[in-house]
């Protein structure tokens, strides 16, 4: 249709011309010969831009079949849907509060008919026959599904400011208004639903921007948008630093609202783990202890990664009492014991609120006091010196040993082998030079009765040829960052040349007497890689203790080929007495 000449049909604007002849005029243009349903079309155009709106009110349509001097009720909906979408958004606010106050008014009327009246609604007694149409229902719908957020913004001022505050929400046409605009199937953003809240609380409509808000957050859990156009994300884009969602939140729980926020939050954070990042943050690092432990019930059975996310912002406290009272309700629920571990190994790495980790000893050691002060249930004390001990990034290697050694003995071997493959996997990935290793193993023999098991374990571990395996790179700043297989063979030579020069000849012979005895895995460069440091670094080379390692491991080596591989490569190196070692073995 081209753009309408309102001057065509000035005739519409007559009050001679009743709505009814309007109307009368629309059914003989559309059932004509030839019949003309556009043109008819522009008529109820002109009627809904150029008439009153007192005479758009008085519109009532024929509950039956229409005829003369009737209205039909489609026509009706028509004008009423053009209205409110083409003129001024404060009149088409004035048409429909109009609407809905007579709407009302008739509800109430009817409604007093007896409710044993034959077709009477059972619940209402109301007759569905006589029942009011609700024409207000289409002027909200088409507002707020197809006017601009600024615009609706000012159809609700206009009927907030003609509606009694308090109004009950079945007559109130702002919270009609609202369910459309925000509800799941409204079709609206969840970016139109933050900008129309700021518009809202702008314009001082602060009881109907938390009206939206709260029908805006359950419609969203309840129909979650796709990650990244969740509701959180985009409240926090139209307004960073007030944090709109959190506080309303806070201020559901200060209300008592604790059975609707939790499964609430529960369902948006699941619905957008990113960007109700912003959200997890708040609850786990502000809400109470019991709180947090109540949503961590709900997400542990639905999301464990944002179970885990959560409980790891709960875990970054700072309050000594408040990180007691985590670890006592955790040990002691039924449905949160199982991830006690994970609770404190998040306290010991988390710096608090953000800094960086891990803990200070001084703090944990103060942690480990209130426990004990408490009463707490001795597996909370136990677990959180695991925790502690297993932690082994950001510390030297002495005090990793320390922290190993006051790990309860039943916990040793296990926290041991822990503590041994994140230290290898540091070295692999070049995150610890071998220093930090030996440092590490000389910090165990101080470790009395624990010294000689703890220092066992942690060389076979070393030992082992799996951690000359490439590691894939966790990220691509990481990208040929992490050692090769020589790399690694070499640093096992560093480590025992440096453990022999620490007057621990009998580690360093065990080290390399475990590596250089899985024929299989090591190479002749693995091995020349290990001659050379250890021919560096120490007099390790000039023991009688070195030919007679060698020739107990690789002259003893059942794959005569790859023996006789390894004695040519220590012959070019010119690594003539080893290549002897291993050859006079086989003679």
Known sequence: MTELDLSTYAWVRLKSNSIAYVFDRVRFVRGGTPSNPAEAMRILQALAL?????????????????????????????????????????????????????????????????????????ETGTDPETRPTRLTDGIVHDVMAQRTVPEVAVFIQVCQQAEDPGAPAEISLVHKALTA???????????????????????????????????????????????P????????????????????FRRQLKEGNEDVVLPLVAALLVAEPAGAESLAANAGREWSVRQVGELCKILVQSSRDCFASLLG?????????????LIVDW?????????????????????????????PIAFLQRLQKI?????????????????????????????????????????????????????????????????????YLLGLQKLGRAASPLTFWAVRERADPKHGDPLPPRSEAEQGRTRTPADNAA????????????????????????????????????????????????????????????????????????RDEVAAALRAHGYLAEENAVVNTVH
């Open 50 to 122: 150029l008439r009153e709106t007192d005479d758009l009110l008085e519109m009532e349509p024929a509950q039956g079949p229409a005829r003369e001097g009737r209205l039909d009720r489609l026509d009706t909906l028509a004008v009423l849907a053009l209205a409110a979408l083409t003129r001024p958004v404060g009149e088409a606010a004035q048409l429909a509060i109009g609407r809905w106050r007579r709407e009302l008014a008739e509800t109430e009327t009817v409604g007093r008919r007896s409710a044993a009246e034959p077709g009477a609604d059972p």
């Open 181 to 227: 605009f925000a509800g799941p199937a409204s079709g609206r953003t969840n970016l139109d639903k933050a900008l129309l809240y700021i518009a809202l609380t702008d314009q001082g409509c602060k009881d109907a921007a938390e009206l939206l808000l709260d029908t805006a957050l359950k419609a969203a859990a309840a129909s979650p948008a796709p990650e």
């Open 229 to 248: 156009d969740g509701i959180v994300r985009a409240f926090t884009h139209v307004s960073p630093s007030d944090r709109i969602v959190e506080s309303y």
């Open 313 to 325: 912002y709960a875990a970054s406290r700072t309050s000594h009492e408040a990180l007691h009272r």
């Open 331 to 359: 040990q002691t629920a039924d449905a949160l014991n199982p991830s006690l571990r994970l609770l404190l190994a998040d306290i010991v790495a988390d710096g608090g609120n953000g800094a960086p980790g891990p803990r």
């Open 371 to 439: 426990l004990q002060t408490s009463n707490a249930p001795d597996e909370c004390r136990r677990l959180l010196r695991v925790a502690i001990a297993e932690h082994v990034q950001g510390r030297s290697g002495e005090v990793v040993a320390e922290l190993l050694g006051e790990v309860d003995g039943r916990d040793l071997r296990r926290t041991a082998q822990v503590v041994n493959g994140r230290l290898s996997e540091q070295l692999r990935r070049k995150e610890i030079d071998d220093e930090h290793f030996v440092r």
């Open 491 to 562: 640093i096992l030579g560093a480590i025992a040349a440096r453990m022999f020069t620490a007057d621990q000849p009998a580690i360093a012979v065990d080290l390399l007497e475990r590596y250089l005895e899985n024929e299989q895995a090591v190479t002749p460069a693995h091995v020349t890689a290990i001659v050379r440091r250890v021919r560096e670094d120490s007099a390790l080379a000039e023991d009688p203790r070195w030919p007679a390692l060698l020739a107990a491991t690789m002259g003893r080596w059942a794959d005569e080929r790859g």
